[in-house]
């Protein structure tokens, strides 16, 4: 079974989350897409980060009637920082029937070299990436414009986030958000 394995901080999981492990889905021959909802990524400072759990139960509650799509708290049995060299090798040797390949942002796609191993992970694993304004990926899908960063920053505002989050997660993200 392939798996693509789709991590990131979840803070909160939102609809363009949703809407790119679909497009993956229905693009690029996996069977499911695994949310690793992250502990603590080495590249970003984890200062407004909602706990761990409460970011897991978010990504839970918004995937809940998403099929294919699933969120995962893999990561957070591991050691810290989390280096998706890691991850990717416990993985492979925890689940040995599956086949896992990384999905990445162009963003990142950017700055891969500055990634633990990124050599290896080259070397061992395929990598899918996703458009992410201004830098290409090598999937199709439209630039989403929404981001987590600018649901907490509407939140605290007072702003409206319809359309931004699920509506099964809206009144909680602006609660634990506000």
């Known amino acids: 079974m392939r798996t693509a394995i789709f991590g990131g901080s979840f803070n909160p999981i939102h609809n363009g989350h949703i809407a790119l492990a679909q497009a993956v889905l229905q693009q ?20 407004q980060l909602l706990a761990d759990d409460l970011r897991l139960q978010l990504a839970r509650m918004a995937l809940a009637d998403v099929k294919g799509v699933e969120a995962c708290d893999y990561e957070f049995r591991l050691p810290k920082p989390s280096y998706t060299w890691n991850t990717l090798q416990h993985l492979t040797h925890d689940y040995p029937d599956r086949t896992f390949t990384l999905l990445i942002g162009g963003d990142n796609w950017a700055h891969f070299e500055r990634w633990y191993r990124w050599k290896d992970i080259l070397r061992h694993y395929s990598v899918i ?36 989050v699920p509506a099964s997660i809206e009144a909680l993200v602006r609660q634990l958000f506000r």
Do not use: F, H
Request: with cysteine; proline share 11%.
């Open 28 to 47: 690029c021959a996996v069977e499911e897409v695994w949310l690793m909802v992250s502990p603590q990524n080495p590249l970003k400072q984890s200062g």
């Open 129 to 164: 990436v996703y458009p992410r304004d201004p830098y290409p990926g090598t999937i199709q899908m439209p630039l989403l414009d929404v981001s987590s960063t600018e649901i907490r920053r509407r939140v605290k505002a007072g702003e409206d986030i319809s359309g931004l």
